[in-house]
T-cell receptor, first 113, second 115 residues
Framework: GAGVSQTPSNKVTEKGKYVELRCDPI?????LYWYRQSLGQGPEFLIY????????DSGLPNDRFFAVRPEGSVSTLKIQRTERGDSAVYLC???????????FGPGTRLTVL | KQEVTQIPAALSVPEGENLVLNCSFT??????LQWFRQDPGKGLTSLLL?????REQTSGRLNASLDKSSGRSTLYIAASQPGDSATYLC??????????????FGQGTILTVHP
């Protein structure tokens, strides 16, 4: 069956630009997570959705970051006024419920020049 | 706040060796623990998930143990192969505290198995 997919796989942008990263979870999974992974580090939590609502957004680094999941399936992570420090791999994961095994997508590599 | 540490940071072994990767965590109020594999430039592949009530899980040549009270887990890889070369990540899912409801990852162990 189809796993978690993320688009684009790579995104290069200039400092100050706006970007959107998309995540398609496994069909039927109600929980969706975004993580960010910097080079040589483990992933760090950004935000968690249960259905359409953001149950925990405590990992978002500042108000330039925002995420939505309007219909409880696809999610979009939005970054305004990108900075070079935002360069990282952004990973999305989904699970059948908040406490179950998380399945990860291939990630989007964001490079801010 | 939950903190996860993995030792060693890197490991290089000849093919055929049995090896152990270590993971420790500071907050024992976990719901489960997952071991992942990450190949260069790729996403994470789940290898094993251990519920907090379990002591170990096995899948093929992999065996993961959990000692929740001491905050430790080990991943044992038997008869290592060059195809096992990857970064191995340990992550805990917290049942309480400020890390509740999310995976907290270690920094990973980079494993190289040479022929």
């Amino acid at each position: 069956g189809a796993g978690v997919s993320q688009t684009p796989s790579n995104k290069v942008t200039e400092k100050g630009k706006y970007v959107e990263l998309r995540c398609d979870p496994i069909s039927g999974h109600t929980a969706l997570y975004w993580y960010r992974q910097s080079l040589g580090q483990g992933p760090e939590f950004l935000i968690y959705f249960q259905g359409t609502g953001a149950a925990d957004d405590s990992g978002l680094p500042n108000d330039r970051f925002f995420a939505v999941r309007p219909e409880g399936s696809v999610s979009t992570l939005k970054i305004q006024r990108t900075e070079r420090g935002d360069s990282a791999v952004y990973l999305c994961a989904s699970s059948s419920d908040w406490y179950n095994e998380q399945f990860f997508g291939p990630g989007t590599r964001l490079t801010v020049l | 706040k939950q903190e996860v540490t993995q030792i060693p940071a890197a490991l290089s072994v000849p093919e055929g060796e049995n090896l152990v990767l270590n993971c420790s965590f500071t907050d024992s109020a976990i719901y489960n623990l997952q071991w992942f594999r990450q190949d260069p430039g790729k996403g994470l592949t789940s290898l094993l998930l251990i519920q907090s009530s379990q002591r170990e899980q096995t899948s093929g040549r992999l065996n993961a143990s959990l000692d929740k009270s001491s905050g430790r887990s080990t991943l044992y890889i038997a008869a290592s192969q060059p195809g096992d070369s990857a970064t191995y990540l340990c992550a805990v899912f917290n049942a309480g505290g400020t890390s509740y409801g999310k995976l907290t990852f270690g920094q990973g162990t980079i494993l190289t198995v040479h022929p």
